[in-house]
C-alpha cells in the first residue's frame, strides 16, 4: 500500500469518528430537554368564566340578623342612596350619617337601570353607619336598550326577553314592565340578589308585583324561596318584602316579611279609613286597613311619589315646616302603635312646578338642612323617640 493511501484511509477514518461524535452529543443534549420548536396552539373551545368587575364581587362578613321591629320604628326612603340616584351623592351619603335611620329604605334603585354593584360597594364603604339595613327595590321597568352583563358567565342579559306582552314603551321610550315568566328575568334576579347578598344587602322589595306577576302567580314563590335560600347559603340574614297594592289573598300576602305602600295624605296631613284612597279612579290600596294588614305579617308605610302634584310627598313637600313636622310625628305615632312601620322621607322625587320646598333640585325632596325644606332636626327627633 502506497503512503498515499495510507494518508487517505486515516483522513476518512478521523471524518467519520467526528461525524459520530457529534451526533452523539446532538442525542445526549436532547435527553437533557432540548426540545423542537413548539406546534402553534390552538385557543380553548370552551366557554371561559369572566371575572366579576372590580369591587362588584367582594363578599363581606354577615350583618347581624334584621330586627323587624327596629325597621319598623327606625325606617327611612333613602331612594338609590347606593346607585347615586341623588344628583349630590356626597350630601345625601353626610345626611344618612348624621341620621337616626336603621332602615334604609330603596338603597339600591334599579328603576330603568341595573345595579352597577361597583359604585354599590364604593358607597357602602364610604357611610359610617354600620349597623343598618339595606334594601334593594326591584323595579316594575326595565330599559330594554340596557347593556348589562353577568360578570360571572360574561353573557349579556337580554332585557327585550324579559318584558310582559304588549307592554313595549309602557314607561316611556325603550322601556317595558318585566315577567316573572321569563327565564331570562329570573335569571336577572338571581345574579342581581346573589351580588346584592354578597355585598350584605339585607332586604328585598319587588315593586308594584302585581305587574311583573304572571297570570298563575306560580313564580313568585319559587323566586323568593330562591333568594331566602341563598342568603341561608351565605350566613345572611334577609327580609323580602312587595308592593301588593290591592291583592288580598292572604297565602300570596304571606310570602313576604312585610308589604309596603303609600299613606294617601291630604293637604293637613290627614288620612282616610277605607281600603281605597277615594281621590283616585281605581282602588289604590290604602294597606294598614283590615282588608290587608290582617292577612300580611308587616305593613310598611311611607309618603308615596312618582313625581305628579297629587302624590303624597307632593302635598307634603307644599306645606309649611311646622305643618311638616306635625304630620310626620302623626303619620308616625298612629302607624307605629298599630304596629306597622312609617317610613321618613329621605329622598324622593316631586314634580318640578310642585311650588313647594326642595332639595338639590326642584324635582327632588331633600330633608336635609343644606337645602330648603330644612326637616333634618324634625326627623331625627321623631326617630330619637322625642
Known sequence: MTKRLVLILIFLFLAASILGGLFWL?????????????????????????????????????????????LKKAGCVTDGLLSQY??????????VNRSNCYYLHRAIETWRNPPRFEVV???????????????MF???????????????????????????????????????VPTFSSSEYRDYLRYITRRAIDLGVQSFTFGQIYMQESSSRKYAPQIVKKIRAYAEKKGVDV?????TDSITDQKYLKLFDFIEGGVGIDSNGDVENGPCLSTRGSCWA??????????????????????????DLDIFARMSPEKRAETLQKLYRKFTSQNMGFLMPYFGVLDK??????????????PDNAYGCRDEDAINAILGGK
Not at 327580609?239 to 308592593?243: F, K, Y
Open 138 to 176: 326591584i323595579a316594575e321597568a326595565l330599559d330594554t336598550n340596557d347593556n348589562y352583563q353577568n360578570a360571572e358567565s360574561g353573557h349579556y342579559f337580554r332585557f327585550r326577553k324579559m318584558c310582559h306582552q304588549n307592554s313595549l314603551n309602557h314607561w316611556g321610550e325603550h322601556t317595558c
Open 86 to 95: 341623588n344628583p349630590d351623592s356626597d350630601q345625601f351619603i353626610g345626611l
Open 353 to 366: 312646578n310642585n311650588g313647594g320646598c326642595f332639595g338639590p333640585k326642584k324635582r327632588y325632596y331633600s
Open 26 to 70: 446532538g442525542r445526549k443534549e436532547n435527553k437533557k430537554g432540548i426540545k423542537p420548536a413548539p406546534e402553534k396552539v390552538q385557543p380553548p373551545t370552551e366557554e371561559i368564566s369572566v371575572p366579576p368587575l372590580p369591587g362588584s364581587g367582594e363578599e363581606k362578613p354577615p350583618p347581624p340578623p334584621v330586627s323587624m321591629a327596629r
Open 239 to 243: 327580609v323580602i318584602g312587595a308592593q
Open 286 to 311: 290604602l294597606l294598614w286597613n283590615k282588608a290587608y294588614s290582617a292577612k300580611a305579617k308587616n305593613v310598611l308605610l311611607h309618603l308615596d311619589w312618582t313625581g305628579i302634584p297629587s302624590d
Open 121 to 135: 360597594n364604593n358607597v357602602m364603604n364610604r357611610i359610617a353607619k354600620k349597623d343598618v339595613v339595606y334594601d
